[in-house]
């Protein structure tokens, strides 16, 4: 291939990505914006508050078993078709709202937040694993920040547009918006140059000719057969042994659980600020921190490409450390001015760790990278639906800054740990190459059947993982 073949190549593949990324970025606006109608139009329906939590519980429970189910489904589908019938089946599902009789809209309410929650989460496990394969290597940091940055404005959008278009338009109009966000994703999607429809395997072909075989052929048909069912725990198993891995996403989890903490607390403190006008803490607290995510976007793809590095697994913990203690900081009664700066350095923060995160990730060989962000998405659902039950019930009883500081400070703790074990990885992976004769040591214990040596993708935070 030569040069100008390749970089026809690698402008198509940013093009497409680039239009995919818009298509996210406006069904991420619907998304907020249904956060926000979805709950009202709940509790409007059956005038109970409890329903609303209730809701919530069951959008995110749906997620939660999205994600363990999401490594199976793309073992099965491809990655353009599942992100397309994710898109669909989130508008299909607005649409039977709208059209569900006043009798049934309850029971429809709830169907849809189970189809919201978990095509949104299998829609998201697909989207980050894929991007290594959408735009090649080395462009990872670039494409998640595109990605990061253009959620990031959908959610001001959405959350700051939610009341005027209920409020002007009603619920109807708000979820058929909804569905036209997600239906013009899913035609981004099929723009992608990907397959939409499994491929046919040669064993599977092989099966259909022959009718029978003998007992031998049986016996490895039964072998395969056990060999699939036993896929998943291996992948699983081999994941957990990953260096850093495991504690890489329990911090995530509980990242989450502290994003519940101030997503819960900020109505109240912004409440407590200023009972007359609550929203507007809360409005330019969100709009602030969005430009803080946006702006260190732009930081981290000028790095990339400047130094050809991403930030990886230690990027993660220090950003974990400065987002969970920007956000206590944000409960802390500062004066306004100090408190923008806090929201700008919170959002900053939490950008940066959004990147890094998923773009260690993707730096694990295909099957584990999607057994890890479908494990992931499981994790963040788990942490996010057990902080906002634990955190209502703390903000009854004790201060906002106190529920945030408890939990983003169970964050920070873990954060501590998790880059002290990454630096001790570190220090011990240039330890060994210092020593003469370690590359070709490593070379030759590397050698798999073909007597060929894994490649070497630099540093990877002490999460090397072996091509064999």
């Excluded at 990605?147 to 959908?154: P, Q």
């Excluded at 070379?443 to 090397?464: M, W, Y």
Aim: hydrophobic fraction near 50%.
């Amino acid at each position: 291939m030569t040069s100008g073949t390749a970089s026809g190549t690698a402008a198509l593949q940013e093009r497409r990505y680039r239009i995919l990324v818009t298509g996210y970025a406006i069904s991420s606006y619907g998304t907020f914006l249904n956060v926000v109608a979805l709950s009202l139009y709940v509790y409007a329906v059956t005038d109970r508050a409890l329903a609303v939590g209730v809701f919530m519980a069951v959008r995110l429970a749906a997620g939660f078993v999205a994600g363990l189910a999401a490594a199976a489904v793309l073992a099965r589908w491809t990655a353009k078709g599942v992100m397309f019938w994710a898109n669909v089946a989130q508008a299909a599902a607005l649409l039977l709202l709208v059209l569900a009789p006043d009798g049934f809209r309850t029971g429809t309410l709830f169907a849809v937040s189970a189809v919201v929650g978990a095509s949104g989460t299998l829609f998201m496990v697909t989207l980050r694993s894929s991007i290594p394969d959408m735009v090649g290597e080395g462009r990872h940091t670039w494409a998640n920040s595109l990605m990061v940055s253009g959620r990031s404005m959908a959610m001001v959008a959405g959350f700051a547009s939610s009341g005027v278009v209920v409020s002007l338009l009603g619920y109807t109009a708000a979820f058929l918006v909804d569905m036209a966000t997600f239906l013009v994703c899913a035609l981004t999607v099929l723009l992608l140059p990907m397959p939409m429809s499994p491929a046919r395997s040669d064993d599977e072909s092989g099966d259909e000719k022959d009718g029978q075989g003998s007992q031998g052929e049986e016996s490895d048909g039964g072998q395969d057969r056990e060999a699939r069912r036993r896929r998943v725990p291996a992948a699983l198993v081999a994941l957990g042994a990953v260096p850093v891995l495991g504690l890489m996403v329990a911090l995530r989890g509980i990242d989450a659980l502290g994003s519940s903490s101030h997503n819960a607390a900020l109505p109240v403190y912004s409440t407590e600020l200023d009972a007359d006008n609550p929203a507007v803490f809360v409005s330019v607290f969100w709009c602030v921190w969005a430009l803080g995510n946006v702006l260190v976007q732009q930081v981290l793809q000028r790095y990339t490409k400047r130094t050809g590095r991403s930030v990886g697994a230690l990027g993660f913990g220090l950003g974990t450390i400065a987002m969970s203690g920007t956000f206590i900081l944000a409960f802390a009664g500062l004066p306004w001015a100090a408190t923008v700066v806090v929201a700008l350095l919170a959002g900053a923060a939490d950008g940066l760790t959004e990147v890094s995160y998923t773009s260690h990730l993707q730096t694990l060989p295909s099957p584990l990278r999607t057994h890890a962000f479908g494990l992931s998405a499981t994790v963040e659902n788990l942490g996010f639906g057990v902080g906002m039950i634990v955190v209502a019930a703390a903000l009854d009883v004790f201060t906002p800054l106190s529920v945030v500081g408890v939990a983003h400070g169970a964050a920070i703790v873990l954060a501590l740990v998790y880059v002290a074990r990454v630096l001790r990885g570190r220090g011990a992976q240039e330890a060994q190459e210092a020593v003469p004769g370690s590359e070709e040591r490593e070379g030759k214990k590397g050698k798999g059947e073909s007597g060929a040596r894994p490649a070497r993708g630099g540093h990877r935070d002490g999460a090397e993982v072996s091509g064999g």
